[in-house]
């Protein structure tokens, strides 16, 4: 006994999810500040561009799958001032936390945004 199943569609959704995610890398890998997409609800990082990486002083990979919560903001656990206090926007003078235990002062400027039908 088997199945057969047409996966025709699938691979149509994920090749153009593929394609319109390329111009996103391309201004992120190309943008000269830090930028960080954070999972709202995990607080997961999902990705980083260049830029972050070198002021973390860490290569992305080492970044990117970690939480964001004393990793590289100093905010505590569910005390983000976006998904956890409930600010649209925030415009703050903060730390980064960087790879070796140290921070430098950085401008933060965070907000929600929706992508893939969550925030």
Do not use: Y
Request: a negative charge.
């Amino acid at each position: 006994m088997g199945f057969a199943r047409d996966l025709t569609d699938r691979k149509q959704a994920e090749k153009a999810l593929r394609e319109n995610e390329t111009p996103l890398r391309t201004v992120m890998d190309d943008m000269p500040a830090g930028m960080i997409i954070v999972d709202a609800q995990t607080h997961v990082i999902e990705r980083v561009n260049p830029a972050t990486a070198e002021m973390f002083g860490a290569p992305m990979e080492m970044i990117e799958g970690r939480l964001c919560h004393k990793f590289l903001c100093p905010a505590e656990e569910n005390a983000c001032p976006i998904t956890d206090l409930g600010q649209e926007v925030d415009r703050s003078d903060r730390k980064l936390l960087r790879a070796g235990g140290t921070s430098i002062p950085r401008h933060q400027v965070c907000k929600a945004n929706q992508h893939s039908g969550s925030r």
